[in-house]
T-cell receptor, first 112, second 116 residues
Framework: SQQGEEDPQALSIQEGENATMNCSYK?????LQWYRQNSGRGLVHLIL?????REKHSGRLRVTLDTSKKSSSLLITASRAADTASYFC????????????FGQGTRLTINP | GAGVSQSPRYKVAKRGQDVALRCDPI?????LFWYQQALGQGPEFLTY????????KSGLPSDRFFAERPEGSVSTLKIQRTQQEDSAVYLC??????????????FGDGTRLSIL
C-alpha cells in the first residue's frame, strides 16, 4: 500500500515557469524525501526535510512541510526542459528497517 | 563502482519460468533494498538487507519471490514460476548506514521484467 498521494498526477508547463507539486501522507513521520525519476531510469534523491523543519531550499528546489496537515510541497523555480520527469515523495517507515513508502508520483512535462 | 548497477536491464520470460535479477550496490553500503514498480505507480517495498542479513521481507508478494545477499554486497532477487502479474520494473537501492532513516537511498536503473 502507498502512504503518499501526490497532486496533481500530471502537470505540463512552459519552460521558465514554476512547477508546484503536493504530497499528502497518513502516518507520523520523522522526515519526508523527494525523488525524481527520468523515463526508464532509477530514482534520484533530491531533498530531505526533517519533521522539525518547515522549509528547505536546494538550488531551484524549495520544499515545505506542514506536519499538522500531513502535507508537503515541492516547488521547482524557473523550470527547464531537463526537469521533465516524474517526482515522488517518500516517507520512511520505521519498523526495524528503513524502508521508504512512495506516493504515486507527479509526471511533470516542461514544454520548450 | 560509481552507482548501483542492476542486470539485466530487460528480461522477457515465459509464464512459469524462473528468473534471477542481480544488484551491485555502491561499494561499502550496508543497507540494500528491493522495490517493485508497476507502470505509472510509485515503487513498492519488497525486502531489506543489512549486510548479509535479510531483516525485512514483508513486501514480498508470495513465496515465489526469494532474495539473498550472501556476502553482504551483491544481491539477487529470484522469482520462481513467474506469472503475468510479476511484470514490472524491479529497482534496487542501497544506503550507507543501517537503521538510519535520515539518509538518501541510491537507486539503480532497474530491471524491466516482462512475462509473456
Amino acid at each position: 500500500s502507498q502512504q503518499g498521494e501526490e497532486d496533481p498526477q500530471a502537470l505540463s508547463i512552459q519552460e521558465g515557469e514554476n512547477a508546484t507539486m503536493n504530497c499528502s501522507y497518513k502516518t507520523s513521520i520523522n522526515n519526508l524525501q523527494w525523488y525524481r525519476q527520468n523515463s526508464g531510469r532509477g530514482l534520484v534523491h533530491l531533498i530531505l526535510i526533517r519533521s522539525n523543519e518547515r522549509e528547505k531550499h536546494s538550488g531551484r528546489l524549495r520544499v515545505t512541510l506542514d506536519t499538522s496537515k500531513k502535507s508537503s510541497s515541492l516547488l521547482i523555480t524557473a523550470s527547464r526542459a531537463a526537469d521533465t520527469a516524474s517526482y515522488f515523495c517518500a516517507t520512511p517507515i520505521i519498523q526495524g528497517a528503513q524502508k521508504l513508502v512512495f506516493g504515486q508520483g507527479t509526471r511533470l512535462t516542461i514544454n520548450p | 563502482g560509481a552507482g548501483v548497477s542492476q542486470s539485466p536491464r530487460y528480461k522477457v520470460a515465459k509464464r512459469g519460468q524462473d528468473v534471477a535479477l542481480r544488484c551491485d550496490p555502491i561499494s561499502g553500503h550496508v543497507s540494500l533494498f528491493w522495490y517493485q514498480q508497476a507502470l505509472g505507480q510509485g515503487p513498492e517495498f519488497l525486502t531489506y538487507f543489512q549486510n548479509e542479513a535479510q531483516l525485512d521481507k514483508s513486501g514480498l508478494p508470495s513465496d515465489r519471490f526469494f532474495a539473498e545477499r550472501p556476502e553482504g554486497s551483491v544481491s539477487t532477487l529470484k522469482i520462481q514460476r513467474t506469472q503475468q502479474e510479476d511484470s514490472a520494473v524491479y529497482l534496487c537501492a542501497s544506503s550507507r548506514d543501517r537503521h538510519l532513516s535520515n539518509q538518501p537511498q541510491h537507486f539503480g536503473d532497474g530491471t524491466r521484467l516482462s512475462i509473456l
